[in-house]
C-alpha cells in the first residue's frame, strides 16, 4: 500500500566561478557579482509555492548543490534556511548538507557556514594531483584542498564528505591510490569515490581526453574498494563510502524512492501525492534569468493569500514541467535508484514507496536469478556480487 515517505529538500545555487570541462549539470559561469539576495528571495518564492507536496510531513535532509553554493556568502544561506524553516518545520535531527569548493571561499570560512545552519559540507576536491586539477578544470591546487579539508574538520561539522573522481586522463594505478591515501588521511566520515565519465553537452565530449582503458579502470577500482574496507569506509552505495554511521542521509532518501523537493534554477523533485494516489517529478525553469524573471509574478500570488505562504496556489509559477509516473514504469524506476545501494530490498519498502504489489516485479526478478543476478527470500531481493557488476544487465530484464 502506497504511503507517504520521508521529505527532503533540495537547493540548486547554478553559479560557479567557471565550468568544468566534464560537468554536465545545470551550471553557469560567474559573471560579475552574484544576485544573492533576489535569487534566496526567489527560492522562498518557489518553494512557498511547493507547499501543496509537503502534506504535513517535516524536511529531513536539505541539500544545497550547484554550481557552487559556497559563492553565497553565510548571512544569505543563513536567511534561506530560516526561511525554508518558516514554511516547513524541521526534523529534529535534520541533515543539512551545503557543497563547497576548496577554491571558491571569498566570503567566509567553514566555520561561518556551520554557524549559518549547515550541519554537512561536500567538498569538491576531485583529485590531490596538480596536473589533474589543470586537466578537470579546478580552480583550487593540491594544497588548498588540504587546507580545506582541515578546516572542514576544524569547524565542527556533524560530518563532511570529500568528492573524490577516479579514472582521470593519463591517471595510473599509483596516482589513483595516492588520492585515496591523502584523502583518508585527512579522516573525512564520508568519501564520494566515482569514475569520471563523458558526457554529452560537456567539453570533454566534444574533445575527448585519453582516459585510462578498461583493464586499468578495473584494477584502480577493485584495488580502490580493498583499500577503502581496510581502512574502516563501508561502500553503502556504488560509489558512496562512509564510516559507520555517516552515511549520506539526504542520498539514501534518493536512493531509497523517497520524497524530495526540487527549488532553484532546474532543480528536479519527486513527490508521492496521497490524494491522487500517484507520483509526479517536477522540473523548474533551467536559466538564471528565467528563474529570476519569475519571483515577481511568484511573489504576488504569495502576497493574495493573505500573506499565509501555507496556502499559497496549486500552480508553481517556477515549474516547467509536472509529470506523474505511469504505473507501468513505477517498478522500473524505484529499481533504477534502489539497486545502487549495496543493502538487501524489503519487498514492503517497494509496496510502500510505489503502490505496486511487490509480485509485479515476479518475472523479472525470476529472469535476473537466473542468471545469477540476485537471490530473494520471502522479505526480500539481494544482489549477488555479479548483480552488483552488471546492474544496467538487471534493469533491462524489467523493460519491455
Known sequence: MLQLPPLSLYIHIPWCVQKCPYCDFNSHGQHGELPQQAYVDALLADLAQ??????????????IGGGTPSLFDAKQIERLLL???????????????????PGTLEHDDFSAYRAAGITRLSIGVQSFAKDKLNLLGRIHDQNEAVVAAQKAKQANYLSFNL???????????????????????????????????????????????????????????QQGQQKLAALGYEQYEIS??????????????????????????????????????????????????GYLACAETALCVNQSHDADPSTSAK??????????????????????????????IPKVEFEQ??????????????????????????????????GHMFVNDILSQFID
Open 240 to 289: 558512496a563510502y562512509a564510516k559507520p554511521g555517516f552515511q549520506c542521509r539526504h542520498n539514501l532518501n534518493y536512493w531509497q524512492f523517497g520524497d524530495y523537493l526540487g527549488i532553484g534554477c532546474g532543480a528536479h523533485g519527486k513527490v508521492t501525492l496521497m490524494d491522487n494516489a500517484c507520483i509526479v517529478r517536477t522540473v523548474k525553469i533551467k536559466h538564471p534569468k
Open 83 to 101: 526561511g525554508v524553516q518558516a514554511l516547513i518545520p524541521f526534523e529534529k535531527d535534520i541533515e543539512i548538507t551545503m557543497e563547497a569548493n
Open 315 to 344: 500552480t508553481n509559477h517556477f515549474a516547467t514541467a509536472v509529470t506523474p509516473i505511469l504505473s507501468e514504469d513505477m517498478g522500473l524506476e524505484y529499481l533504477m535508484n534502489r539497486l545502487r545501494l549495496m543493502t538487501a
Open 50 to 63: 511547493d507547499m501543496d507536496y509537503v502534506q504535513g510531513r517535516q524536511l529531513h535532509t536539505i541539500f
Open 353 to 386: 514507496r510505489t503502490g505496486l504489489t511487490h509480485t509485479s516485479l515476479d518475472a523479472g526478478m525470476a529472469k535476473a536469478q537466473a542468471r545469477g543476478l540476485i537471490t530473494q527470500d520471502e522479505t526480500h531481493w539481494q544482489l549477488t556480487s555479479k
Open 163 to 221: 568528492d573524490l573522481m577516479h579514472g582521470l586522463p593519463n591517471q595510473s594505478f599509483t596516482e589513483a591510490m595516492s588520492d585515496i591515501d591523502t584523502a583518508v588521511a585527512l579522516e573525512p566520515p564520508h568519501l564520494s569515490w566515482y569514475q569520471l565519465t563523458i558526457e554529452p553537452n560537456t567539453l570533454f565530449h566534444s574533445k575527448p581526453p585519453q582516459l585510462p582503458d578498461d583493464e586499468d579502470l578495473w584494477q584502480i577500482y
